[in-house]
């Protein structure tokens, strides 16, 4: 469970800032090279390098070097505990709202037998 | 563009703390005042209420004040622009696999139909 948390805690700040996620957007076009990826950004390369290590680091990218160049691809599934954490929080409040429905549905039904006297 | 990227910077790094995505959690179920979310946390009351801000700064929670109780409920509208951006990733990714088996499927067939003498 803490594992998890921690793995969720490195996902989610990986994803909350801009230059990580066009990062992403770019490796879901395909693979790239360190030098392509970096040459869309108006950024010194030790900052640049860093946003990449931290992808890489949350296991979002994976970097591999043939000779001098080091290219970057996505890795999508990396992406899964994320996706499983929002749609938990959605089954629960889905769930809470089909609860509500049903109480008010309940509701309904009393208040139309109690008040028509006829029944 | 860049007011989107920055509330979905808020929104990502909002989720991505522990004590954060439990007080989600439990607002899922339903509202809850800031005492009894806070005593399920082993946490400075001071701390805990930095959480609950910046978890209203992304708008994933709503607080009121009645007399002396303030509430909090959950604003699960506010999920939407980090379930779009993954939706978008998956969109990106997809549609390079469809395109990878497209060209997969080609060149098996142009393979098939050059290494048959008989055709």
């Known amino acids: 469970m803490a594992k998890h948390d921690a793995r969720l805690d490195l996902l989610f700040t990986s994803l909350g800032d801009p230059t990580r996620r066009a990062i992403l957007a770019r ?3 395909g693979e ?3 030098t392509d990826l970096a040459s869309a950004h108006d950024m010194a ?4 390098m860093k946003h990449l290590r ?3 680091e949350a296991g979002l990218i994976s ?3 043939e000779g001098r160049i080091r290219s970057c691809a996505l890795s999508p599934e990396a ?4 996706e499983e ?7 629960i409040w889905n769930d809470r709202l089909d609860r ?3 109480y008010v549905g309940n509701l309904m039904r009393e208040r139309m037998h109690g008040t028509r006297p006829e029944d």
Chains 1, 2 share one sequence.
């Open 63 to 65: 970097t591999t070097k």
């Open 79 to 82: 992406f899964a505990p994320v």
């Open 54 to 56: 931290k992808l890489e």
């Open 45 to 48: 390369l030790p900052s640049f």
């Open 85 to 91: 954490w929002l749609s938990e929080q959605r089954a």
């Open 100 to 102: 509500l429905d049903d």
């Open 27 to 29: 490796l879901a076009r």
């Open 32 to 34: 790239a090279s360190v």
